[in-house]
């Protein structure tokens, strides 16, 4: 049997680790691993090779994916989806192995209803959005990432007397805020899912401030596109020096955790052990692997854990 990988949307770090697992545990189960290389674009431009031990020596340390990604718009049209199935039949391709998150696996759902090409999913992107799975390749780095920024910038919010907003991706979710917030010790957290009140937040800063606080760590989600409003209202509502910053493409990068590292191997043991079951998504869910449906995760929907809202409720004013 011969597999490909490819990763899709947005890179996380960890998918070099299942790249690495991906070729070594395909040659120890007797099945030929094959690259796509520049995700669904590449799938598209016949971007594919046989993989060998070589290209995957030295490479699970790194961050990002060897073989590329991209986002296709293209893919919408079926011709190009038709040019893509074929460019896998030219080499052989008996069933592909995706990383990434939840429009990648649309992707590739349309893909299967049409050329019955099967897949095995592999959630992996840093925003953790995928309904009914808890972890999601690339979240853990992305955590100690914002926690060792935040960590920093306390220090000269602490030296200054300053209030800092720190702004977090994660596009309309706001799992990586609401983790950051309450694994760091922030004074402020605001996220899309939660409407949040600052008129309570003032009168519970005026106090703090006069017990002895003398700066504040307000971390924000993306989506909300509020980071300049918070800055000017710390400024004008507490008469707090206040700065922005805008984490940004960081989150994305560095070496992957000893988490992320482990889990890849396991999604990629469970994905080749698995190739013959298709159009399945591999889950993670209350400490297990679980392997789902597609239709079930795209027809359910995605919601924050109700005991880390709790935590978190004083940081929003509610």
């Given amino acids: 049997m011969n597999i490909a990988i490819l990763t899709s949307g947005g890179d996380s770090s960890g998918m070099n680790a299942a790249i690495k697992k991906f070729v070594e545990y395909s040659y120890l189960q007797n099945y030929t691993p ?57 080499h052989n391709i008996d069933a592909l192995i995706i990383l990434g998150g939840d429009g990648s696996f649309r992707a590739l759902d349309v893909f299967y209803d049409e050329f019955k090409m099967p897949f095995m999913g592999i959630p992996a992107t840093i925003d953790n959005d995928i309904p009914l799975n808890e972890y999601t390749i690339g979240v853990d780095t992305a955590l100690n990432v914002i926690r060792h920024a935040i960590d920093n910038i306390r220090d000269t919010a602490s030296s200054f007397s300053r209030a800092f907003v720190i702004e977090t991706m994660g596009r309309e979710c706001g799992y990586l805020t609401l983790t950051s917030a309450i694994a760091n010790g922030a004074e402020m957290c605001l996220i899309p899912e939660i409407e949040y009140n600052l008129d309570n937040l003032k009168k519970r800063f005026i106090n703090e401030i006069k017990n002895g606080r003398s700066y504040f760590i307000a971390v924000m989600a993306e989506g909300l596109k509020i980071s300049q409003y918070i800055k000017e209202w710390f400024e004008k509502e507490l008469n707090i020096e206040s700065r922005i910053t805008i984490l940004g493409h960081i989150q994305r990068g560095g070496s992957p955790t000893v988490i992320e590292r482990l889990r890849a191997a396991e999604f990629i043991k469970i994905a080749i052990d698995n190739i013959n079951t298709p159009n399945k998504i591999i889950t993670f869910y209350k400490d297990k692997f679980i392997l789902r449906d597609l239709k079930e995760i795209l027809n359910s929907k995605y919601e924050l854990d109700k005991a880390m809202i709790e935590l978190a409720k004083p940081l929003m004013g509610i």
């Fill in 34 to 90: 094959y690259f796509v290389y520049d995700g669904l674009e590449g799938l598209i431009d016949g971007k594919i090779k046989k993989a060998s031990y070589k290209d995957v020596a030295g490479i699970i340390y790194k961050g990002g994916t060897i073989i590329r990604s991209s986002r296709s718009k293209r893919w919408y049209e079926k011709s190009y989806r038709k040019k893509a199935f074929d460019n896998l039949k030219k």
